[in-house]
């Protein structure tokens, strides 16, 4: 990976860090309601495995999204604006941090539920012929739904492309993954015939260096993959609502994906990096701010839409 | 004459000819077993690319469903009995319902889950309930029923290509053998269609050239065949007319040819195979009262399964469910108030 690549990941690893840190200071100061699930600490995760996709492939995320919204090149503005319920958001303040959507990206709050909808939109586009792939990201906490293993069984039975990526950063809200699961992750994929790689590492040179042939090889071959990403979050699972041990979360400071990422850079190209992040976040969330409300009457036509009659020919 | 299962066929059929999008899949849906109930005779056989017979999990199947309408597709899935549906509402409630609105209208989910309920066949307390009150009020979801008084071939043509939302399409299991337009034939009732805003029609039936009815009663789906057979037996033993409206769409309703009926009539009775209690007539009393500007007092009562699972025992079932007699019962008993 040539150096103008190394500095592109810490940019981008920046820009996530930098927005979710601002994101928890905002609800912090009390100016966003709602809620969040930040991915301080899971940087590398979103950026070494959509790095690997092209832009035309299929990101489906979950309630940890933000990072993989930005890696696969959303608008932070929009994210920003969603956030704080505003009209010119991603779903227009209708769906909050956890439903974003924009071309070639989707994203569902409900554990486990996604998994189906992205297998599906990965038969789509097998039919279609289109060569889209389908990443969907689940966390450690998601297998203990039932709907994720019929998921995997149809992807493998009926050779769809799609990529399941874990992202295991140990624990399920407050449960840890000792609490959660039996048996590990990489058999269950086994035992549906789903070809599984699994990497204890937060850097995202090794990330990204290992998704690119799993990618290539879910478009060419049309079959599912499954890659297993142990992490690890320094924040709380959604905002001050950490109960892990403050020695165990400092011993994973040594693994911060841009700890490692920083020391591959001089300074001056870290720091330059660090001030284009901190000025566009600074600007991004000062123009949300800024933005008009949604309009609670445009709900009801909204309303209207949903029940928008379309005339069938009946014969009595 | 078809019957409703012909019809259904058809529909399919012609669905997947007309429109290459069109995907059908559910369990042991193909040739030469064709589905649990026949639904899908002929189609593998025909459309062997489109047609995918699936594991036993319906969940998924309707996530799948979900993923490629996101996509462009326009699919269609059958659940192997309505009772199973229980296992596919999150992904309808929280998933396939929840796109459109959620991503501020930037998506459509044109998805059809379509399945058999009902009792009647002795089937037992986990294959023979009527649930679909369970997915009435949804927001973003259709529930439309057909019934043997109109071609339910347009409706689910209709559902599968037309309906941009995910519609959930109830299939009474005596019904697939109702002959289609068999009341119109047996001339004794005169059969219409009410003028209603939303896409899927209502229907009004009643023994022709009465200058007063007694009674509005609201239903759907198969029970209107039983509803008609009691109308029909009021009408002759009783002097007792009824005005029968049955939707096809349940959710969301038009309640105004109900309500029409009922500052006619002054009196109103539902009628729904499924339990009663917070039922779909609940509701229909609901939007008739609130709809009743001028406050004409009316009589209402429902009638349903009983608050039971249902039995597997014959004399058992019929008790359980509601029958003919019922409804003779109880219109009477609202009529003599």
Same mark, same amino acid.
């Given at each position: 990976?040539?150096? %103008?690549?190394?500095?592109?990941?810490?940019?981008?690893?920046? @820009?996530?860090?930098?927005?979710?840190?601002?994101?928890? /200071?905002?609800?912090?100061?009390?100016?966003?309601?709602?809620?969040?699930?930040?991915?301080?600490?899971?940087?590398?995760?979103?950026?070494?495995?959509?790095?690997?996709?092209?832009?035309?492939?299929?990101?489906?995320?979950?309630?940890?999204?933000?990072?993989?919204?930005?890696?696969?090149?959303? %608008?932070?503005?929009?994210?920003?604006?969603?956030?704080?319920?505003?009209?010119?958001?991603?779903?227009?303040?209708?769906?909050?941090?956890?439903?974003?959507?924009?071309?070639?990206?989707?994203?569902?709050?409900?554990?486990?539920?996604?998994?189906?909808?992205? +297998?599906?939109?990965?038969?789509?586009?097998?039919?279609?012929?289109?060569?889209?792939?389908?990443?969907?990201?689940?966390?450690?906490?998601?297998?203990?739904?039932?709907?994720?293993?019929?998921?995997?069984?149809?992807?493998?039975?009926?050779?769809?492309?799609?990529?399941?990526?874990?992202?295991?950063?140990?624990? #399920?809200?407050?449960? $840890?993954?000792?609490?959660?699961?039996?048996?590990?992750?990489?058999?269950?994929?086994?035992?549906?015939?789903?070809?599984?790689?699994?990497? /204890?590492?937060?850097?995202?040179?090794?990330? @990204?260096?290992?998704?690119?042939?799993?990618? =290539?090889?879910?478009?060419?071959?049309?079959? $599912?993959?499954?890659?297993?990403?142990?992490?690890?979050?320094?924040?709380?699972?959604?905002?001050?609502?950490?109960?892990? /041990?403050?020695?165990?979360?400092?011993?994973?400071?040594?693994?911060?994906?841009?700890?490692?990422?920083?020391?591959?850079?001089?300074?001056?190209?870290?720091? &330059?990096?660090?001030?284009? #992040?901190?000025?566009?976040?600074?600007?991004?969330?000062?123009?949300?701010?800024?933005? *008009?409300?949604?309009?609670?009457?445009?709900?009801?036509?909204?309303? &209207?839409?949903?029940?928008? *009659?379309?005339?069938?020919?009946?014969?009595? | 004459?078809?019957?409703?299962?012909?019809?259904?066929?058809?529909?399919?059929?012609? =669905?997947?000819?007309?429109?290459?999008?069109?995907?059908?899949?559910?369990?042991?849906?193909?040739?030469?077993?064709?589905?649990?109930?026949?639904?899908?005779?002929?189609?593998?056989?025909?459309?062997?690319?489109?047609?995918?017979?699936?594991?036993?999990?319906?969940?998924?199947?309707?996530?799948?469903?979900?993923?490629?309408?996101?996509?462009?597709?326009?699919?269609?899935?059958? !659940?192997?009995?309505?009772?199973?549906?229980?296992?596919?509402?999150?992904?309808?409630?929280?998933?396939?319902?929840?796109?459109?609105?959620?991503?501020?209208?930037?998506?459509?989910?044109?998805?059809?889950?379509?399945?058999?309920?009902?009792?009647?066949?002795?089937?037992?307390?986990?294959? %023979?309930?009527? !649930?679909?009150?369970?997915?009435?009020?949804?927001?973003?979801?259709?529930?439309?029923?057909?019934?043997?008084?109109?071609?339910?071939?347009?409706?689910?043509?209709?559902?599968?290509?037309?309906?941009?939302?995910?519609?959930?399409?109830?299939?009474?299991?005596?019904?697939?053998?109702?002959?289609?337009?068999?009341?119109?034939?047996?001339?004794?009732? &005169? +059969?219409?269609?009410?003028?209603?805003?939303?896409?899927?029609?209502?229907?009004?039936?009643?023994?022709?050239?009465?200058?007063?009815?007694?009674?509005?009663?609201?239903?759907?789906?198969?029970?209107?065949?039983?509803?008609?057979?009691?109308?029909?037996?009021?009408?002759?033993?009783?002097?007792?007319?009824?005005?029968?409206?049955?939707?096809?769409?349940?959710?969301?309703?038009?309640? %105004?040819?109900?309500?029409?009926?009922?500052?006619?009539?002054?009196?109103?009775?539902? +009628?729904?195979?499924?339990?009663?209690?917070?039922?779909?007539?609940?509701?229909?009393?609901?939007?008739?009262?609130?709809?009743?500007?001028?406050?004409?007092?009316?009589?209402?009562?429902?009638?349903?399964?009983?608050?039971?699972?249902?039995?597997?025992?014959? $004399?058992?079932?019929?008790?359980?469910?509601?029958?003919?007699?019922?409804?003779?019962?109880?219109?009477?008993?609202?009529?003599?108030?």
């Amino acid at each position: 990976m040539c150096d %103008s690549n190394t500095t592109r990941l810490i940019q981008e690893m920046l @820009r996530i860090r930098l927005f979710e840190e601002r994101v928890l /200071d905002e609800f912090s100061k009390g100016s966003l309601s709602g809620t969040t699930h930040t991915c301080i600490g899971q940087e590398a995760d979103a950026v070494g495995v959509i790095g690997a996709l092209q832009r035309s492939d299929i990101v489906f995320s979950n309630h940890r999204g933000h990072g993989h919204y930005l890696a696969h090149g959303g %608008s932070m503005h929009a994210l920003a604006a969603e956030l704080m319920g505003r009209r010119t958001g991603a779903s227009g303040g209708l769906g909050g941090s956890q439903h974003m959507h924009f071309p070639g990206f989707y994203s569902n709050g409900i554990q486990g539920g996604i998994v189906p909808c992205a +297998v599906g939109m990965a038969l789509a586009e097998k039919r279609k012929k289109s060569g889209v792939i389908v990443a969907v990201f689940l966390g450690d906490g998601t297998f203990g739904e039932g709907v994720v293993y019929e998921s995997f069984n149809i992807a493998a039975l009926w050779n769809v492309p799609v990529l399941f990526v874990v992202e295991n950063n140990r624990y #399920a809200q407050s449960t $840890p993954l000792s609490a959660n699961l039996s048996g590990d992750f990489g058999l269950r994929f086994k035992a549906f015939n789903i070809a599984v790689d699994e990497l /204890d590492t937060t850097d995202v040179i090794a990330i @990204r260096t290992a998704a690119e042939p799993i990618v =290539a090889s879910v478009r060419d071959l049309g079959r $599912p993959r499954a890659l297993v990403l142990h992490t690890y979050r320094f924040a709380p699972h959604s905002k001050g609502d950490d109960v892990r /041990d403050p020695a165990e979360i400092e011993h994973y400071r040594q693994f911060d994906p841009i700890v490692l990422m920083r020391a591959r850079i001089s300074n001056e190209e870290y720091d &330059e990096a660090l001030d284009a #992040a901190r000025d566009e976040i600074s600007k991004t969330f000062g123009q949300a701010a800024m933005d *008009p409300w949604p309009d609670p009457a445009a709900l009801l036509n909204a309303r &209207e839409e949903l029940l928008k *009659p379309c005339v069938p020919s009946y014969k009595l | 004459m078809r019957t409703v299962l012909q019809a259904l066929n058809e529909a399919m059929h012609e =669905a997947m000819t007309r429109d290459e999008r069109v995907l059908f899949m559910g369990e042991d849906v193909l040739d030469p077993y064709g589905g649990a109930f026949k639904f899908s005779k002929g189609l593998s056989t025909k459309f062997p690319d489109r047609v995918l017979t699936t594991p036993i999990s319906e969940a998924a199947l309707v996530g799948i469903a979900s993923g490629l309408a996101l996509r462009g597709m326009r699919p269609v899935v059958e !659940i192997m009995f309505g009772d199973f549906l229980t296992l596919t509402f999150d992904q309808l409630l929280n998933h396939a319902c929840k796109y459109r609105w959620m991503y501020n209208d930037q998506v459509r989910v044109p998805i059809v889950v379509r399945t058999p309920m009902g009792g009647r066949r002795g089937y037992g307390p986990t294959h %023979s309930q009527s !649930i679909e009150k369970h997915f009435l009020g949804i927001p973003g979801l259709r529930v439309v029923a057909p019934n043997a008084l109109g071609d339910p071939k347009e409706l689910l043509i209709h559902a599968i290509l037309s309906d941009d939302d995910p519609t959930l399409f109830i299939e009474h299991k005596l019904l697939y053998m109702s002959r289609i337009g068999q009341v119109q034939q047996a001339g004794r009732l &005169e +059969v219409t269609q009410c003028n209603s805003a939303l896409a899927y029609p209502i229907v009004l039936a009643r023994v022709a050239g009465v200058s007063k009815y007694d009674i509005t009663i609201a239903t759907y789906g198969y029970m209107a065949d039983i509803v008609l057979d009691a109308v029909w037996r009021l009408a002759m033993e009783q002097e007792i007319f009824a005005e029968v409206i049955v939707p096809t769409c349940l959710s969301p309703l038009d309640a %105004s040819p109900i309500l029409n009926s009922v500052k006619n009539t002054g009196r109103l009775l539902t +009628v729904e195979e499924g339990t009663a209690t917070l039922g779909w007539g609940s509701e229909v009393l609901s939007l008739v009262t609130e709809g009743n500007l001028k406050n004409i007092s009316f009589a209402f009562a429902r009638v349903g399964a009983w608050d039971l699972p249902i039995p597997s025992s014959r $004399p058992l079932e019929n008790a359980v469910l509601p029958s003919v007699q019922n409804i003779i019962d109880v219109t009477m008993k609202l009529v003599a108030q």
